[in-house]
């Protein structure tokens, strides 16, 4: 899979489905299940191939025991968003559908979704999961998986971690290969979402935090001296060679399964291609360019409930006890490997050193912002690191870029 800016969370090529929908119906009234979850009709689960499969059983099992059948719905990832919005205002749709956090903020403006009571079981997931659900406030969603990006290695290539931007640089360029480091970038709007942990090193973000980890909308920061330094920087890179816009995504992942790279800025949806290519892979730390620590953003995968769900007892009754569990968030982990956001899962799943590799990066990862500002960020902050890449003036690009986000949000 590849993420990017405009959805750094889809999960890569979904298959277009009909309805799976389990065997069997609705149990007879006066189940006590039935009385829990105050509804006797079935629930609709709007999910891609594979965590279609990986929920099968589960979902067979809630039937069995609280009498209410769930239908699980296979949809084209790129789909879900537009039309979750656009049909659950007119009381269609599911009650739940998969999707990406940062999809909260502009879902809750919309009034399509409802939050999850999580209660207890708030505190047996990875943290970074929890705030990446929360919104003003509110818990809206159910997190099953964490990704985030982390920098691939040839390890017959080269054998130690880089320790710094310009150290992996050096080492590339010992190893002798094409290129001393490649990232997938867009020759039109680059890439933010895999450059940002080098403008973080800097001390730059977008939004300021909140001390709940929240964003803060009306604190754009991305124009600060600390993006100032990182634009400077990025600059530099452009005019080295070091960040080359004539590599696109499909072609760094080339380089790098041919041996024509040693260090690859990637996620983990791209590991089993470079295995598969013979390529001895180990997942480091992202160097840090400008002195801090080098923190990517996390993306986490969540089921969302409708907020007009006929169905909302039930839908969270499934979600939290029956989702939320260490056998089905390691099942969902086995089918699309991103490390599960149940922490006990979470932490079974590093015995593989791939996923405790990603794990460690993502450690110090923060959430996207799902707020609904962000929309207004991307296509200002691509552009304008396409520029300063092709030589632009760094100061200036970007104080322009600051300030046109800036009128964008208002």
């Known amino acids: 899979m590849r993420v990017n800016h405009r959805g750094a969370l889809a999960f890569g090529a979904i298959v277009t489905g009909a309805a799976l929908v389990l065997a069997g119906c609705s149990g007879g009234g006066g189940d006590a299940g039935e009385e829990e979850t105050g509804s006797d009709s079935a629930l609709t689960v709007w999910v891609d191939a594979d965590r279609a499969r990986a929920l099968e059983s589960v979902a ?9 059948a769930v239908d699980l719905v296979v949809k084209e990832y790129e789909d879900i968003q537009q039309d979750f919005t656009t049909q659950v205002p007119t009381g269609e749709g599911p009650d739940i559908t998969i999707g990406g956090h940062d999809w909260t903020g502009a879902f809750v403006q919309d009034g399509v979704v409802a939050p999850v009571e999580l209660g207890d079981k708030a505190a047996e997931f990875e943290d970074v999961a929890v705030q990446a659900v929360t919104y003003n406030g509110n818990t809206y969603g159910l997190p099953y998986a964490i990704e985030n990006i982390a920098m691939l290695r040839n390890a017959d290539l080269v054998a130690e971690p880089a320790t710094s931007f310009d150290d992996m640089i050096a080492k590339g360029q010992a190893a002798g290969t094409q290129y001393p480091f490649v990232v997938g970038l867009n020759p039109q709007n680059s890439d933010p979402y895999h450059l940002y942990p080098f403008q973080a090193s800097f001390g730059n973000s977008v939004f300021a935090q909140n001390a709940d980890g929240s964003y803060d909308a009306a604190n754009l920061t991305i124009g600060d001296e600390a993006g100032q330094q990182f634009a400077a920087w990025l600059g530099q890179q452009g005019a080295a060679g070091i960040l080359n816009l004539n590599l696109d995504s499909d072609l760094a992942k080339e380089a790098f399964n041919a041996g024509q790279s040693p260090f690859y800025l990637t996620g983990p949806w791209n590991v089993a291609d470079a295995q598969a290519a013979g390529v001895n892979v180990a997942v480091d730390p992202i160097p840090s360019a400008g002195g801090q620590t080098a923190t990517p953003f996390a993306g986490v995968q969540v089921f969302f409930v409708s907020a007009q769900s006929e169905n909302a007892l039930a839908a969270n009754e499934f979600l939290v006890n029956y989702i939320a569990t260490p056998e089905v968030q390691t099942a969902l982990f086995e089918a699309g490997g991103r490390a599960p956001a149940l922490t006990e899962s979470f932490e079974a799943a590093q015995s593989d050193p791939i996923v405790a590799g990603f794990a460690t990066v993502g450690a ?47």
Request: proline share 7%; glycine share 10%; no cysteine.
């Open 364 to 410: 110090e990862a923060v959430p996207m912002p799902s707020i609904p500002q962000m929309a207004a960020v991307w296509d200002d902050w691509g552009t304008t690191e396409v520029a300063i890449i092709q030589g632009a003036d760094p100061a200036s690009s970007w104080t322009t870029m600051a300030g046109n986000i800036e009128g964008k949000i208002g």
């Open 60 to 68: 067979a099992d809630f039937e069995e025991d609280r009498g209410i």
